[in-house]
T-cell receptor
Framework: QKEVEQDPGPLSVPEGAIVSLNCTYS??????FMWYRQYSRKGPELLMY????GNKEDGRFTAQVDKSSKYISLFIRDSQPSDSATYLC???????????FGTGTKLQVIP | NAGVTQTPKFQVLKTGQSMTLQCAQD?????MYWYRQDPGMGLRLIYY???????DKGEVPNGYNVSRLNKREFSLRLESAAPSQTSVYFC???????????FGEGSWLTVV
């Protein structure tokens, strides 16, 4: 069983829709949770970072962490065609700088 | 500020050839990483260096060697390339707190 599970998609939504991207994990030591966006033929770039359970909002993006269920989500409001990319969740256990990534979910926002 | 720079961007190798992927960061980060990314497999850690002078194996180290030349540079070497090493390789560096990883643009490697 992988430490981090993420549905690969692809996920196709109309412009303006609310998108929900999710990851589950099995390692209770994970304390830091990140979402990365990766455009085609580019390196991943950090979107959101959080270390506690609850919600964190940044513009149209909301990261949600539920440590009791070992479940994290990224919500994108008013999705735009420019949001079309692969989204990777990533997790880090405290005091040890090895990051574990999900396999990524490919999102397409259709105009 | 260039961030993380890796070279070459594209390379085609014949089976058995050797090559080195170069990576440099200008953010004064202690930790540096090499990942490979394959369809359906996500990003898998090959080797990492928590600080200058130290290197450790990650999830998929077989067939690779690394050198942390100094704080800025972390190279990945394929001694005898195999078709299974056809992949996209990403170098990354991490600030001390570990909560932000900065990636290079990637190196597309094909082994024929």
């Amino acid at each position: 069983q992988k430490e981090v599970e993420q549905d690969p998609g692809p996920l196709s939504v109309p412009e303006g829709a609310i998108v929900s991207l999710n990851c589950t994990y099995s390692n209770s030591a994970f304390q830091y949770f990140m979402w990365y966006r990766q455009y085609s033929r580019k390196g991943p770039e950090l979107l959101m970072y959080t270390y506690s359970s609850g919600n964190k909002e940044d513009g149209r993006f909301t990261a949600q962490v539920d440590k009791s269920s070992k479940y994290i989500s990224l919500f994108i409001r008013d999705s735009q065609p420019s949001d079309s990319a692969t989204y990777l969740c990533a997790m880090l256990s405290g005091g040890y700088q090895k990051v574990t990534f999900g396999t990524g979910t490919k999102l397409q926002v259709i105009p | 500020n260039a961030g993380v720079t890796q070279t070459p961007k594209f390379q085609v190798l014949k089976t058995g050839q050797s090559m080195t992927l170069q990576c440099a960061q200008d953010m004064n980060h202690n930790s540096m990483y090499w990942y490979r990314q394959d369809p359906g497999m996500g990003l898998r850690l090959i080797y990492y260096s928590a600080s200058e002078g130290t290197t450790d194996k990650g999830e998929v180290p077989n067939g690779y060697n690394v050198s942390r030349l100094n704080k800025r540079e972390f190279s990945l070497r394929l001694e005898s390339a195999a078709p299974s090493q056809t992949s996209v390789y990403f170098c990354a560096s991490v600030e001390y707190s570990g909560n932000t990883i900065y990636f290079g643009e990637g190196s597309w490697l094909t082994v024929v």
